[in-house]
């Protein structure tokens, strides 16, 4: 890296002395930069590199469990990824693996629902007032509740997050009101 | 916050904990001990699911609630089994919004 070089950062169109805009942190553009390789260089990056900070991230999840938490909210930013960004990429992850094992975690086929859980009975009646209100037959009902409740099941994941972390809340005002 | 992002990581862990359990009985299947359709292979990966989810809460609990003393583990295990039956409960749930939007 270069420490003194005179360029005009094109975002904020005002004259930078060091490699970087002190401003938005852009660049000055290299000549390399717009020509097909570099093109494909940066692509090549982008498709193989994996960000430090989120291997860091993963890496204190696993091997220091809450020390990711303690420092996140102590407001270290810029060392580990944001707990939400972490939940999205192992998502990623999890989707890949579903899909590479074919297998699906969270969502039950309509048939597991109403023979193999333990609302089963339920499930049938609901399903059944449903069926009826629709005017539409099991047969042809059962292929559409599959597809849906697999792409439902990726789309509504954070919702597990919710409750767990109302009951961390209460269990801490708990032990609060105690001591 | 603490308590969003307490959560926010442990269902990171889960997810993670998820790909190695559905690897490994994918592997099983493999060697021919059966997959996740066996109720044996299932139910151990389950228990094993559910083991390093309270170790993580019991070691989680420490820097990120400052938890300590005689109850702590036990505590973890009951959070363990909160977090399997919130898993059911989405299931559940999956159920009913899929039946009303279908």
Same mark, same amino acid.
């Given at each position: 890296m270069?420490?003194?070089v005179?360029w005009i950062? @094109?975002?904020?169109?005002?004259p930078?002395?060091?490699?970087?805009?002190?401003n938005?942190?852009?660049e000055?553009l290299?000549?390399?930069?717009l020509?097909?390789?570099?093109?494909?260089?940066?692509l090549?990056?982008?498709?193989?590199?994996?960000? /430090?900070?989120?291997m860091?991230?993963?890496?204190?999840?696993?091997r220091? @469990?809450?020390?990711? =938490?303690?420092?996140?909210t102590?407001?270290v930013r810029?060392a580990?990824?944001?707990?939400?960004?972490?939940?999205l990429?192992?998502?990623?992850?999890?989707?890949?693996?579903?899909?590479? =094992?074919?297998?699906?975690v969270f969502s039950s086929?309509?048939?597991?629902?109403?023979?193999?859980q333990?609302?089963?009975d339920?499930a049938?009646?609901?399903?059944?007032?449903?069926?009826?209100?629709?005017?539409? =037959?099991?047969?042809?009902?059962?292929?559409?509740?599959?597809?849906?409740?697999?792409l439902?099941?990726?789309?509504?994941?954070l919702?597990m997050?919710?409750?767990?972390?109302?009951i961390?809340?209460?269990h801490?005002?708990?032990?609060?009101a105690?001591? | 916050?603490t308590?969003?992002?307490?959560?926010?990581?442990?269902?990171?862990?889960?997810l993670l904990?998820?790909?190695?359990?559905?690897?490994l009985?994918?592997?099983s299947?493999?060697?021919?001990?059966?997959g996740?359709?066996?109720p044996?292979?299932?139910?151990?990966?389950?228990?094993?699911n559910?083991?390093?989810?309270?170790?993580y809460?019991?070691?989680?609990?420490g @820097?990120?609630?400052g938890a300590?003393?005689?109850l702590? /583990?036990a505590?973890a295990?009951l959070?363990?089994?909160?977090?399997?039956?919130i898993?059911?409960?989405?299931?559940?749930?999956?159920?009913?919004? =899929?039946?009303?939007?279908?």
């Open positions: 270069t420490d003194t005179n950062c @094109p975002t904020c169109n005002v930078v002395t060091t490699h970087f805009c002190a938005c942190g852009e000055p290299a000549p390399r930069d020509t097909l390789r570099g093109l494909g260089e940066k090549l990056h982008a498709l193989t590199s994996i960000d /430090a900070r989120t860091r991230s993963a890496w204190k999840l696993l220091h @469990p809450g020390e990711l =938490t303690l420092a996140w102590r407001g810029k580990y990824v944001a707990p939400f960004q972490l939940f990429i192992a998502n990623v992850l999890f989707f890949g693996v579903q899909w590479l =094992t074919s297998e699906n086929s309509l048939d597991s629902h109403l023979h193999h333990d609302w089963s339920l049938q009646s609901l399903l059944a007032r449903r069926l009826e209100a629709t005017h539409t =037959t099991l047969e042809q009902y059962q292929p559409t509740f599959d597809r849906a409740v697999v439902n099941a990726k789309s509504l994941i919702l997050t919710i409750p767990f972390a109302l961390c809340r209460w801490s005002l708990a032990n609060a105690r001591s | 916050m308590h969003v992002a307490f959560s926010l990581h442990l269902y990171t862990f889960l904990l998820f790909c190695v359990a559905l690897l009985a994918r592997f299947e493999l060697l021919g001990f059966g996740l359709d066996v044996r292979v299932d139910n151990a990966l389950s228990t094993a559910l083991a390093a989810c309270t170790v809460i019991y070691l989680a609990s @820097p990120g609630y300590s003393g005689k702590r /583990a505590k295990f959070l363990a089994l909160t977090v399997a039956t898993v059911l409960g989405y299931r559940f749930v999956l159920l009913l919004i =899929t039946l009303y939007t279908t």
